[in-house]
């Protein structure tokens, strides 16, 4: 079996460590955990670092869980927030949990038959029955008010990034998530912790939980991920128009597929060590090729061919390289009506857009298309000398005749039409 700790350092994925974490994972078949907020029900590429993790964990034969916090997602951690989030009702997040474990199946064996088979728990399974005086009386006497005020995430939102300070409930987010260790300490077999570092102080309040609770022989471990960010220190996985999800219905595979296609040279040599399976060698071989021609875009070609595939699937790979080559390559009218109408959008959502009434169609191409306030031709003139030129394409077929009626045929998704002019200027017309 590959070392994990090993694994996770020439990927760039090892922030932090506890002493004797390495050696007590290279001597035991260790059952490790990570937590998730499931405050939306799906998961971005933000939380795929640590999904990583669990993957790397299970493949060096180890167990993961992946904890979906039910309880403390009711509540709000402070670590890294400027504010409290909104707190969810309890179908919102079982629903949620579902979707994420859906997600999540992708990266990690949960019904295997091997002792290290994945599990998916929940701490609102043992929270929701736990009265307030049990717990400060069995949990809360454990933890000193000066250890949880030492804390980093405590200290930034006290000291004024917070613009309303910090709320009890908050405050008590730390003792919620110590507990959710001991309890799969003392319950699962739970020895070590993972997260992103933000998480540190949380994490190490579990550690330190267990030990007051079951005594300094207790074998307890965290290990946490760096916070991914870009080459010029802007947030990982966001873009103008948000997060870059994993639920295609929310980020479509084709502009999932453009994300990776699209980052730096420098960004794509951490990002395949992080975000794929490739081992040492093949990374180390494709840094090398892409530096040889960095104009290839192999690195990014590979990254978004490799993540694309493993959050969604190969046909759905194939339909975002297909969709890209419509935009910036030849394509069919075959290959445009294959991309379902989320896709279409997406690809054109840059280019001009246009509206049409039905019961404007089977009027002449070039009294369609020369509409006073639209700019895809000069004038009808102009639309003439190219069509002739066969520089003028229907939905990807050379427009033969510039006075060829345009019918409810000829749309795709029996709503659009797509427009081109010359190489690369398109136009989006929707049939309304």
Partial sequence: MKNFVEELKWRGMLAQ?????????????VSAYLGTDPTADSLHIGH???IMMLRHLQRCGHKPYLLVGGATGMIGDPSGKSQERNLLDQDTLYHNQEAIKKQVSKFLDFDGTEPNKAELVNNYDWMKDYKFLDFVRDIGKHITVNYMMAKDSVQKRLNGEARDGLSFTEFTYQLLQGYDFLYQYEHYGVRLQLGGN?????MTTGTELIRRTLGNDAEAFCLTCPLITKADGKKFGKTESGNVWLD???TTPYAFYQFWLNVSDEDAERYIKIFTDLDKETVDALIAEHRQDPGRRVLQKRLAAEVTTMVHSKEDLDMAIAASNILFGKA???QLAQLDEATLVDVFKDVPHYELGKDQLGQKAIDLFCQDGWDIFPSKGEMRKMVKGNGVSLNKEKLTAFDQPVTAEDLIDGKYLLVQRGKKNYYLITVK
């Fill in 17 to 29: 460590i506890m002493p004797g974490t390495e050696e007590y994972l290279n001597t035991h078949l």
């Fill in 48 to 50: 795929l670092c640590g």
């Fill in 198 to 202: 933000d998480q540190w102080g949380n």
């Fill in 248 to 250: 295609r219905n929310r």
């Fill in 332 to 334: 069919t009218k075959d």
